[in-house]
């Protein structure tokens, strides 16, 4: 329970046999977006994919800071009955897995996998897709073209739009975003900051790097082997920050494997 208010998080399950793995999306995602992956490791696990606050079909949360967020999903982990879990996170939902590592019982979280995150602070870089969304959100839209129309005034790149646009679902009076956008905006510096973890944490730890992606750079490791000093590394070739959309086979390998071993 949060400021008295039950943050209820709404989760996909894929497959009913082997050990439990929760997937976390990260800003401006949802559950969705890990559908195919999960159908793939629900051969071997039991996937379960989660909306983080604000998103989907989750409820909104004001503060959208790293402890609340991780402290929702603990508490869905714990109402699920899930004694123990390993969690694989991208982008803002890697530091949010990295949270909840930090705040989970012991031996809650089996292993970690992190997706193109580092736990350092980053400079703003979504100014434009604000604006973009908040301009759809304002708007009477009753076509994804409309609206891919009026955010590629904002944001030039297809595949960038049409990973946004999945936050659009239909209404009675046309289509709307499942976006707590005024929430996200005004956590955002917060989501820029570093998770807030005061003491190493053992867990194994997989950190998957997208090659050409500046999430993850030389500079960070002294900040992440500080942190995680039970931490790997893969790197991902010709891949950028959505690694496991651009190379989804490899990537699935990589979780696979490391989730095996």
Known sequence: MLNNKVIMIHAKQYGESGPALVIIHGLFGNADNWHSIA??????????????????????????????????????ANSTQLSSFSLLGHSMGGKVAMQMAAMAKPNQVKKLIIADISPVDYQPGHTDIFKGLKAIDQADLQSRKQADTLLSQFEPSLPIRQFLLKNLTKTDKGLSLVLSLDNIANSYATILQKPEITTPIDTPTLFIKGEKSNYIVADYQSAIMALFPNAEFKIIPDTGHWLHAEKPAVFTGLVKRFLSK
């Open 39 to 76: 159908q793939s490791l629900a051969e071997h696990f039991t996937v379960y994919c989660l909306d983080l606050p604000n998103h989907g079909k989750s409820s909104a949360l004001e503060e959208a800071s790293y402890p609340k967020m991780a402290s929702a999903i603990l508490a869905w």
